[in-house]
């Protein structure tokens, strides 16, 4: 990553996905793909935007230029929906 973007984000670190946490997460590997986005912005304005190469978003309200990180947060269910992906191998097997 670009250093004067890493300087910017001022960050907290997210846990490495090769490192034992106790917290679900998961991380995104941006390969300029489609995305379909629904964004809540500082400035209070819900955003949709469908489109491709989305590393980076600007509000047309406020002008406050986003990352789209990769992290995300894994919400653990007490069921299985329909069309549920089977991971068939970890990463450390």
Same mark, same amino acid.
């Given at each position: 990553?670009?250093?004067? @973007?890493?300087?910017?984000? #001022?960050?907290?670190? +997210?846990?490495?996905? #090769?490192? /034992?946490?106790?917290? $679900? ?5 941006? /390969? &300029?793909? %489609?995305?379909?986005?629904? =964004?809540?912005?500082?400035? &209070? /304005? @819900? ?5 491709? +190469?989305? *590393?980076?978003? /600007?509000? $047309? *309200?406020?002008?406050?230029? *986003? ?10 269910? %007490?069921?299985? $929906?329909? &069309?549920? =992906?089977?991971?068939? #191998? &970890? @990463? %450390? %097997?």
């Amino acid at each position: 990553m670009n250093e004067k @973007l890493d300087k910017q984000l #001022k960050r907290e670190e +997210f846990p490495s996905l #090769k490192t /034992k946490h106790k917290i $679900p997460r998961g991380w995104i590997q941006w /390969k &300029g793909t %489609d995305v379909c986005m629904d =964004i809540h912005c500082n400035c &209070g /304005k @819900l955003l949709h935007i469908d489109t491709t +190469f989305a *590393y980076h978003i /600007k509000c $047309p *309200y406020c002008k406050r230029v *986003y990352e789209c990180d990769g992290h995300i947060k894994l919400h653990e269910l %007490d069921f299985e $929906p329909e &069309g549920t =992906i089977l991971i068939e #191998k &970890g @990463l %450390d %097997d």
